[in-house]
Each structure stands twice: as C-alpha cells, then as structure tokens.
C-alpha cells in the first residue's frame, strides 16, 4: 500500500495515489467452461470474441405469449471453451503482476455459479497450472536475483514493513534455523509431488523494467470467509497445556484434539486501508514455497459435497502477494535503512463461492446455512456495484454499504481507487443452469460500468541509478590492457638482433647495451614493487588491527544485548504465564456462559415449542367450530326447506280436497233443486299414455291437456332452440335442483354441465347459464334460467355480466284463468246432444286427483251439464 495518503471518513478527499480525472472500468472477462457430456442442451453460445447469446432452453418461457428470448452479453473478451489456461493468464493476470513489480496494487477475483470452473480458473488442475501458479512463477522469475536477505525485511500488525540491517536478520535466521519446527518453507526441501505438476510452467514468462538498484521481499498470507467470519488457513495452532480444552458436553477433551482457529477482524491503518488483524504472513523466496504455503491453506479451507458438485467451496477465499520494494544506499551494497522508503503492493487473488440455489443443491443444516450466507455477501456485492454504477452515472452521493460484509469491506480500497480491479465471469453452459447464468450476466453488465481511478507510479528515491554494479571488481572487459601488458610497454624496444657480416661489430654491443637498460629497468622496478607491497603489508596490518578491534567491540556489544534479550525473555515468560492463567480463567467463565446461554436456548426452544402446539391446538379448534357451525346451518337449511315442502304439500292436498266437496255439492245441489228428464251422459276422457314419473316435491296439481282427437297421435316434445346457439355454454345446474316434469326443457348444444362452477370451465366458454329453483306461492317449482355473459379480466381471470332471467312455470288446472275445452261429449242414449257453450257449464267440469299423486289413475272426470233456461 502507499505509504502517502490524506483521507478522512468523513469528507471525500483526493487520493495522492489515484488520479481522479484518469478512471478505468472494471474489467469484465467471460470464460465458457466445457460441458460435461457431449449431448447435453447448451444455453450460452460464443457469438465473438467479445459476446456471447443466452438461448432459453426448451421448457422455460420468459413471457405470457410463449415467445423464446434471445439475450446477448458484451465483455472485454470472451474465452470459450478451448482456451488454455496461458492464454487466460497472458489477457487478464499479466497485467496485473506487471503493475505489482512496479508498485501498484490489484485486484482479480472469479465470479460464477456453482460448479462453473471457479476454482479451476484460479488454482488450476495437474498438468495444467492456473492463475495463481503463473503469477508467482512471473514474480520469482522478474525479481530472482534482486531478493533481499531472509529476515532483512519483517512484517508487523500494522499493515506495515520494518526494515532490519544484515547483523539482525543474520541473528533471526539462525535462530529459526535452531528451532526443532521452522514454520517457514525452506527452498532446500523436495517439492510435494501433490502439486508439483501444478506448479511446473513450462513458458517463461519476466516482467520489463524491473529497478536493478532496489531490493525485493514477497509476503503470502491466505484467509477464508466463511459464513461471514474470516479465518486464517496459515495459522498454526498448538496444543496449549495450561489451558484446557472443552467439548460439547462440557468435558474436558483429550490433549490431542485439535483446537477450532479463531476468527479474525478487520481493522483501518493509519493510511485507512482495510487489513485483517493478526493474519499470518510468510516470507516466501521461490515458486515452490509460495505455492506449498498456498497448499497447506487450501486443506484446510471449507469444501462440500452437494447435488451439483462434487467438491463445493463453501467459502470465499483470498490469496494474499505482498511485494516488498526498498532501494539500495548510494554504494549500491546495503538497503536503505529508511522505512519511508519502503514501497509496498499487493495483489489478491480471490475465488468467490459459487451462487446456488436450495432447491437445486438440496441443501439442509449446515449446508443450507451456508448458502444462505454465501447468497447474501455476493447480493452485497451486487448492491455496492448498483451504488457506485448510480453515484458515477447520476452524479448522486449515497453511502455505498461496504460494511454490510466482510467480502465488501475488505476490499473497499480497491473501489476507492487503490488499484486495478478484474472480473472473470465463469459460466456452465447446460441448460440447467440458465436461469443463475441469467442473473450472473446481469451483474457482469452492471460491473462493467463501475469505473475506478487510476493510481500513478511511485516516487523516485532521488540516488543516482545503476549503482548496484558501479563498485562491483570487473575483468578484463572488451579491449582493456592487462598490466602485464602495460608492464612490457614500458621497457625499451630491443634492436636487430641479425648479423649478416662476420665482420660486424655493432650488433651485439647495442644488443648488450639495451639488455642491460631493461635489466637495470627491471631491477628498479623490483625495488619500487618491494617498496609498495611493504606499504600496503603495512595497511592491511593496520585494516587488520581495525577490524579486530572492531570486531571485538561488537561482541561486546552482542554480549549486553543477548544479556538484554535473556532478561526480557524472562520477563515475556512471566507475562505469558500470567496471560495464560487469566485466559484460563476466562476460559472457564466462557464456558459456564455458553452452558447458561445453551440452557437459555433450551427453554426458549421449548417454550416456543408449546406455543406452536397451543396454536395449532387453537387453530384445530377453530376449524372444528366452523366445521360445526357449517353442519349445523346446513343442516338447519335443509330441514326447513323439507318443512316448507310438506306444508305446501299438505295445503294443497286440502285445497284440492275441499275443491272436490264443494264441486259435489254443487253437482248434488242442482240435482236437488232442477229435476231432470234427461240424464247426460258424462264426457269421456283420453287417459294419459304414460306414466309421469314420481317427483320428489310435494303433489302439485298439473294441468290437464285435452286433445280434440283422442285417435290423433300424442305432442312431440320440442325443445327450445337458444338465440345464441353458436356460443359454447356453460351450464350451470347444481346438485340440488330436481327433475321437473315440464314439456318444455332447457337445452343448451355443446355446453359444458357443471355442478359447481370453476375456472377451467369459464376459461373455455363465452356464455354462462345457471338453473335455479324455487318454490312459488302457490306451492309449485319456479325454474329460472339466469344468462350471462363472460368476460376475461386484465388478471388473468374470469367475470360473469348477467343479462336477462327466463322463468319456467307449472301452474294448477283450479286456478282463476277459465279455460275451454275441445273435447265435445259423447252421444246421449235418447239421441239428444248436449253442447257445452256456457261458461257455467265449462266451469262444472272438475278434475279430481289423490293426494300425492301426479295425473295418474287416481283423477276422474265429474260432468253435469246444467239444463238451458226456458
């Protein structure tokens, strides 16, 4: 992190390290993984490589008409699903770990549905390393030879670095080299065959660029948030014997049980960056430490078996590379020990877990509460994307909820401007999964609007550059003279040493005379180099003198400080003594707590147990009310319309009795008061044919039809023809109504008969028509057909508009209404006819009927013509 900033909590100040008028989006990658099986439906196809089209496989209908939709999605690049992991890793992580070396900071994570390739993406597979691998393989291989000195940097629980000089971290080194258990990974050891096909890469790949006259130092640390809590996976917890260990029966557990790591906070430095408090950071010095630190971590992180993988992660995990950055001294030998000098850069890489839903993954327990707190930090996730989308586009200042998870809020800086931040979007193309394909395209469009500010390069420390090789002893390079060399330059040349005459006396006299200058040349040549290598015998006597003195000073100075150190240890052990003696008592109050707390549960659990039983109980109770209540109003119903049956049966079989006395009377009255010469004959009468059949309501009198012709054939029954016949009907007759005897019936064609009317049967039908009965005041069955229209409603429904009431009637022979009768009677025996024209006459004529029965053999005709006034 930069270690220069001005930011307060409260007023939005400009950052020293972004760029406020410099602002990338989000980058938004899109990787189709494989499908399983080769005949499986797909749902997404790779339209370019920047789209891809989600096709709605068959069975889903995204509207009311039916009509499939087509949907397509852009992307900074799409990766289908032949894309080899170098090839990711080349678009999407390069650049990232580029901008590490160089001070920068960066954030990738993977964002998909369960089982989509999440993990994979970022771990990788045997054979096949992914993007993890890769970034501390190109790490490692850019800054190689510019690693500092283990122990030369170190790491504190401010978020921060401290500087340590050769001497120091020579001590701490050898002193952890003396500990029976090193918990830091030595490049010494085989690599663990677990993974180490993971870790092979076979293409090299080197940032440019990278700052010779600084030293580096890579820092790992892995964390996992599990149900809304962090936890550190590289913490090593031992086996404490002052304090004891408990289970859940609240007896102490054996003393090689493992005890459950703590989970971590989060806290602000002083720069207001988010860091997780006391989490374990490893200095790392190769590819295969970092990676068998990641290793280590990833056992122990939180996987399950569910309905749709094999090996789910139940948990959101981030891998941690902190790159260390200090500058060399102006000799180019030593750090520079100023800790303001130190720059720091991080780069998380960070393997969300898969979203899922319950009713596919069969979730339940503990499983079901972990998806639901997986669910609700990426709907976190989602919403801070939603804010910062609509704070940048509207110009708007809402509160982005950071803090609703730990998800969010550990990486807030990074929205705020700390770096560069990349997505890779991993989808299942099967068409099971189309509906969470869905909603992650939907969340990926919306990422990619979110725009971050760009952060600008480090400062220069101001010394002068390429000083690390300035004071390094060089060879004999490209055409620099050896001293040798220049030596021989220095001794005069010799002359020609041919003699061509016997006679020559020249020759070898010069020849002895330059011989003898180069020997008097080497002899005081000799002289001075004794003379020098004197002097210089006599500095390094003096050197060695320094050193030793010096030397002794510091182990004087080692000796007060390891005294210094032994007191202090002694002091640390008794404070870690008195430490572990209060935490064990506190140990003791927290589990009486959680016995209390769990006994609170108990009851509360019970307590709400017997109002769920009370409750039901009253409900029960209220249903068998109503159930009674319902029973007795029909009941009730029931019984008095068979009371008011049996009364208007009973008032008509006296209205028809005292019909027949009375006509007796008056037949017996004239017979009394008009003697007559001529007995007529009464008329004859056509019996009816067929039986009626017997009616379940009281006995009401029908009328009689007469025939003008008893050899003419009887009536054909016609049924009334409906005015809207072209209509499909619904016909509504409930279980209740009874079989009338009426010549004329309603008859509907192509109508659906239902006994109680539904919606499936309204749905298919334009008219609606529903027989009622009732009894009239003159005790007889009124049938009303009542018609309506039906009408669909913007719901989704029916309604029913009613537009007339036809009524269907059986009235009584004895009413007021006088009929004539075409029957002309019979022949008298004298000879003598007798018309019927008077109404008196016509009126005399009675038709008698039993009780309870229904123009049946039990009625008789009773005929006495009155004689004519004279």
Avoid at 352 to 363: C, D, Q, V
Avoid at 440 to 453: D, S, Y
Avoid at 634 to 650: F, G, I, Q, S
Wanted: net charge positive; aromatic share 6%.
């Amino acid at each position: 992190m930069k270690s220069a900033r001005a930011k307060t909590p409260r007023k939005p100040i400009v950052k020293k390290g972004s760029q406020t008028n410099l602002k990338d989006p989000v980058g938004v990658y899109c990787r189709v993984r494989p499908l399983g099986f080769p005949d499986q439906e797909c749902c997404i196809e790779v339209i370019n490589n920047t789209t891809v089209q989600l096709h709605t496989p068959e069975g889903y209908r995204l509207n009311r008409n039916g009509d499939y939709k087509e949907t397509q999605y852009s992307f900074k690049q799409v990766f289908g699903t032949h894309t080899t992991q170098k090839e990711l890793f080349d678009v999407v992580a390069n650049p990232l770990v580029d901008d590490l070396i160089h001070g920068k900071n960066g954030l990738l994570f993977t964002y998909g549905v369960t089982g989509s390739g999440k993990t994979h993406t970022m771990t990788g597979s045997p054979g096949e390393g992914g993007l993890l691998p890769r970034c501390l393989d190109m790490i490692f291989n850019s800054i190689g030879s510019f690693q500092a000195k283990r122990y030369v940097f170190k790491s504190n629980d401010r978020n921060s670095m401290d500087i340590q000089c050769e001497v120091d971290a020579l001590l701490e080194r050898q002193k952890r080299e003396a500990m029976p258990n090193p918990k830091t990974p030595s490049s010494k050891r085989q690599v663990d065959p677990e993974f180490a096909d993971m870790i092979t890469v076979q293409e090299f790949c080197k940032a440019e660029e990278v700052d010779e006259d600084s030293v580096y130092g890579v820092f790992v640390s892995y964390i996992e948030i599990y149900n809304n809590y962090i936890y550190d996976l590289l913490e090593e917890v031992p086996f404490d014997p002052i304090k004891p260990k408990w289970n859940s029966c609240s007896t102490p557990m054996r003393n090689t049980d493992f005890v459950p790591p703590q989970s971590k906070l989060l806290r602000e430095d002083k720069n207001h960056n988010m860091y997780v408090a006391g989490c374990t950071e490893v200095e790392v010095k190769s590819t295969e430490e970092a990676f068998e630190v990641f290793w280590r971590g990833q056992k122990k992180r939180r996987i399950a078996n569910t309905h749709l993988n094999r090996e789910s992660s139940r948990s959101h995990s981030v891998f941690n590379i902190k790159l260390v950055q200090a500058p060399l001294d102006a000799d180019g030998d030593n750090v520079l020990q100023e800790k303001e000098q130190i720059t720091i850069s991080q780069l998380s890489l960070v393997d969300l877990a898969g979203s899922e839903r319950t009713n596919r993954t069969r979730a339940e327990g503990n499983r079901l509460r972990e998806a639901g707190n997986i669910n609700q930090s990426l709907m976190t996730l989602r919403t801070c994307m939603d804010v910062l989308r609509e704070n940048q586009m509207y110009g708007t200042n809402k509160m982005v909820p950071y803090r609703d998870s730990k998800l969010t809020h550990l990486f807030k800086n990074y929205f705020d401007g700390e770096g560069k931040v990349r997505m890779i979007v991993c989808v299942n193309p099967k068409a099971e999964d189309y509906e969470e394909n869905l909603q992650v395209m939907r969340f990926a469009e919306v990422t990619q609007e979110v725009e971050v500010a760009r952060p600008i390069d480090k400062a220069i420390c101001g010394l002068t550059p390429g000083r690390r090789y300035r004071n390094q002893p060089r060879g004999p390079i490209g055409n620099e003279p050896l001293v040798t060399d220049v030596v021989l330059q220095s001794f005069p040349p010799l002359p020609s040493c041919e003699i061509l005459d016997i006679n020559d006396e020249q020759t070898l006299p010069r020849l002895i005379e330059a011989l003898e200058k180069r020997h008097h040349l080497r002899q005081m040549m000799i002289d001075e180099f004794n003379k020098q290598s004197n002097a210089f015998k006599a500095l390094l006597q003096e050197f060695d003198n320094a050193v030793l003195s010096k030397e002794n000073h510091m182990q004087g100075k080692l000796n007060e400080k390891e005294k210094m150190i032994s007191g202090q240890k002694l002091e640390i052990e008794r404070l870690e003594k008195k430490n572990k003696t209060l935490e064990y008592k506190i140990e003791i109050l927290e589990k009486t707590t959680t016995i209390y707390e769990e006994d609170k549960r108990n009851l509360q659990q019970e307590l709400e147990t017997q109002n769920q039983k009370l409750q039901r109980q009253f409900s029960d109770k209220r249903r068998l009310e109503a159930r009674l209540q319902g029973m007795v109003t029909e009941t009730t119903m029931k019984w008095e319309k068979e009371c008011e049956r049996r009364v208007a049966a009973k008032q008509l079989e006296m209205q028809n009795k005292l019909w027949v006395k009375d006509e007796k009377l008056k037949q017996l009255k004239a017979i009394v008061t008009e003697p007559k010469t001529e007995k007529p004959e009464r008329p004859s009468r056509e019996r009816d044919r067929e039986k009626v059949t017997q009616r379940s309501v009281s006995p009401s009198p029908v009328p009689f039809l007469f025939q003008p012709d008893q050899n003419a054939p009887p009536i054909r029954l016609r049924h009334r023809r409906s005015r809207s016949a072209g209509d499909r009907w619904v016909d509504h007759k409930p279980a209740s109504n009874m079989q009338t005897e009426t010549v004329m019936q309603p008859h509907v064609p192509h109508a659906i008969t239902v006994s109680v009317a539904n919606e499936k049967a309204l749905a298919k039908c334009e008219k609606y028509m529903l027989t009622h009965q009732e009894l009239a005041s003159d005790g007889e069955i009124e049938t009303k057909l009542i018609k309506g229209d039906i009408y669909k409603t913007r719901g989704g429904g029916q309604s029913v508009q009613f537009t007339d009431i036809e009524t269907l009637k059986q009235e009584s022979p004895n009413g007021s209404r006088k009929r004539r009768s075409s029957t002309v009677a019979p022949a008298q025996p004298d000879g003598a006819e007798s018309e019927w024209t008077d109404v008196e006459t016509r009126c005399s004529v009675a038709v008698e009927m039993k009780a309870g029965s229904q123009l049946g053999p039990g009625y008789q005709h009773h005929a006495q013509p009155k004689r004519k006034k004279p």
